[in-house]
């Protein structure tokens, strides 16, 4: 069994746990491999596999980082299949499932292969420009359509399954997963959503209607976003990682991913336990 | 085929809306009943049926009136798989499907049966006091435990699929249907949810914890409410029509009906056009 | 200097609290006095005096309790120019100024006369009925006006020295003052208001038109609201405490008091780092 | 007297508008002026006036355009106390005073001297790079501290006259007079403040906790906030016109002004019906 392991290279401490976390998989009897280029920066060039190489190899991938980190490596597992377990080295992660002081347990539960997997709903977004795809990325957590900071608003038209739905000017539009409904969703008041449901979580950010309201649609909708402004200020966000510069009358669609994210647990505390617990201590 | 027409007797302008749909669906060779007390007090003692014998005997139910009037007729037609048809004679009606201009030819339609049938999930309340059950009713729209008037508030426990959500004192919660998503619920700043979802909404009422925000869960999860308070000012409320008095220490249990609301479609206007044109004009 | 204590005679603890605070007061010189009916029930007879007699004879009050013992001292007070000191007895006091550990140092600081005191608006209500005035009563923290539990909702009109300023349906009105917006208004999605500005805030309670906002008005202004309603389920509230049942078409006519109430302080710490604290830990 | 004429060159009609303004003020008697760059683009040369001499020599202003027209004049006008009358031009002006129809009586009154001015609150905001002020410019509306669309989040420490008051992760904070509360302020949750009020606003934008709230403060305390971010994207926006970029560990403080802005006003329609009509109708 070949496990994957995806440090945040820059975060402090890593170079520690990456140490005991590599030993200890191969005391287990594990074979391990790390992305090349982060093989080499912490230290281990025996272990380094290129990138494309590693996901068709391994069986399992582990995170070392916070959300940030599980998120980017679930949305490239995702097609390939792998379960991704994330080893929480942030403050506080809503979405990694290991806790630094669980990780020795958590480590020799997946080599037995004593976890479950829970699928996430990804979001593949497209941008069209003048009628033509220009760019086409997936999203764990969210797509954001929004402003820059030295723009005053956009207007956008928003279109569920080909209805106009609402037209409003805002700052941007937040598009979030069931699991991206505890991230940037929340912050611009949107609902908290149970991670196994089949919805998609549209939320303004800053709408100039007062009535504009989070609204929740079935994941196998199709959401269309035209933008309209004045400017070229006008960016879309992906899980807060990937950005594309957007132009006026741009047009995003935003489509169920055909893969799942999957995300391993171990732990058998509930999700409205573990979601009330974080929310309430960390917010 | 027999059509049971459920007016809201005290509204206004009920008798002559009453004469015409009575009129346009004898001539379209219909038959047509109403609740026998409603009928001795509109002037057609011949139509009049017992409620009980009328759900029994009837295809269809037409409702003049409100959203109220249709609400409390598809909780007791549900049951018995009766369809239900809104004709609107209210101010804003988020659920009734047919405008005043528009109803010979709804009716028309409807003789014909020239329509579809839209399925709305509703809950099922009990109240348990001391371990036993003492009230029981269904909900097309909400289930909403609250504080009265003279009371300061109530704190709630909340338990979906037995673990613990929520703690928080508050003036009280809202259960939602998607159907019930336009209604009480947005009022207390929750999402507009798309009517065929198969979730349930919690709204908090004015939460005392600022935290507290609306989660959407599957409709298959059993949500268990648990009250608090120094006082005995607290109710269960069903669709903002059914009311029980509740007492501290009372256990309140929604769960999915096993029965659906039935709503007759005619418009082919889509949903989000639908709700958007009235959040916008109405609100 | 005599010293008025108002101790909250149900709250747990308490006894043992009062003996320490008579003591402490007595051998730094004060006289002490405490309302006769508590005097009685707490064991120390010879030190009631009649309440209305007490509030003429005292330099300062001292409540035992929470915020709620507090503010009803303080209301009573404030007619007489009488400073309040708060010590907190309760959970989490946004008004008390001591808290348990810190009690025998502020005993001594208030024989010695080193303090400040705070000024607070306070707010007169009076009840119109048919064009009579039915009921006038005075509030620190807020006037509400809200329907009862068995009720749908009511609609209100308000008015800012006479101008018609809103008219919406809705389960109520929040009208208070700055010492009052860290209370039920903070709850129903009011502003923090800083305690020295000469402000109203009014909010309304799940207003059912999406637009309707807190609003920050002059405390020199008048508000009025005129409750409509086809029901008798409608309660006007002043600080949680005083309770009068309101009719379809009364009017409640809002004004700033002619009394401040006067809160005892020794913290240096700013409001704004005191309120931060208390919201960060106990919401 | 000398009436400066101040047109949003760019705005469709204006050639139409300008040239009545224009004749309708020489006909009443009026000198007229126009910024030299704007008189000559719209084809009047002759009344063309340096900018800064016009503000020396004028005793009036009047802008055609929207509240974006509104407010750019008013910042320049208010150190030489020129008070200000907004046509507007745009959709829906929620400053501007004299709506199209109404122009040539508003003229017509501006000349005969029959109309009031109300002074409305302006601040000043300096950004402090490295100990030394490095930008100082006023604002009308609104002081904006916001993360770029680029960047993910920026964390915000707020002080109040020197105190912590908040401490958290955001996209942004507004920092708005009571006639800014009404634009960009409310759009991110904040309350609506009666024009008059001596105090300031302070909204923040999609914050990463829940418990942040708007908070009001008096007008003469000071503010200010210390931005940390790992990004460089983030900018300071004054009136959503002025902009400019800002480094993690800027500390940008805003003061009251010394100056006024000076608003004509010649409608007796209060201000709260006037916001209220603007609210439903055009949000």
Not at 51 to 59: N, V
Not at 72 to 93: D, H, K, Y
Request: with cysteine.
């Amino acid at each position: 069994m070949k496990i994957g392991i995806f440090p945040h290279v820059q975060k402090q401490g890593i170079s520690a746990v990456l140490g005991l976390v590599v030993q200890r998989l191969l005391e287990r009897g594990a074979e391990v491999a790390l992305p090349a280029d982060a093989a080499e920066e912490m230290g281990y060039p025996e272990l380094g596999v290129a990138r494309e190489r590693m996901l068709k190899e391994i069986a399992v991938a582990v995170t070392l980082g916070g959300d940030g980190t599980l998120l980017s490596t679930a949305r490239v597992a995702a097609p390939f299949g792998i379960p991704v377990c994330g080893i929480n080295m942030g403050q506080l992660g809503f979405l990694t499932e290991v806790e630094p002081s669980e990780v020795n347990q958590a480590l020799d539960r997946l080599v037995a292969g004593q976890y479950s997997i829970e699928e996430r709903l990804m979001l593949d977004a497209s941008i069209f420009r003048q009628g033509k795809s220009i760019f086409v990325s997936s999203a764990v957590n969210d797509v954001v359509v929004t402003k820059g900071g030295f723009a005053r608003m956009i207007r956008l038209n928003l279109y569920i399954d080909g209805q106009l739905t609402a037209n409003y000017p805002a700052d941007g539009l937040i598009i979030a997963t069931p699991t991206g409904s505890t991230g940037y969703s929340l912050s611009a008041g949107g609902p908290i959503v149970s991670p196994g449901l089949k919805v998609i979580v549209l939320t303004p950010i800053c709408p100039h209607t007062l009535h504009s309201r989070s609204l929740i649609v079935a994941e196998t909708e199709e959401i269309k976003v035209t933008v309209y402004a004045t400017h070229q200020d006008i960016v879309l966000t992906m899980d807060g990682q990937t950005v594309h510069a957007l132009q006026p009358n741009d047009t995003i669609i935003v489509r169920r991913s055909r893969y799942r994210a999957k995300f391993i647990r171990f732990n058998r505390a509930g999700y409205y336990e573990t979601v009330y617990t974080k929310l309430t201590a960390g917010r």
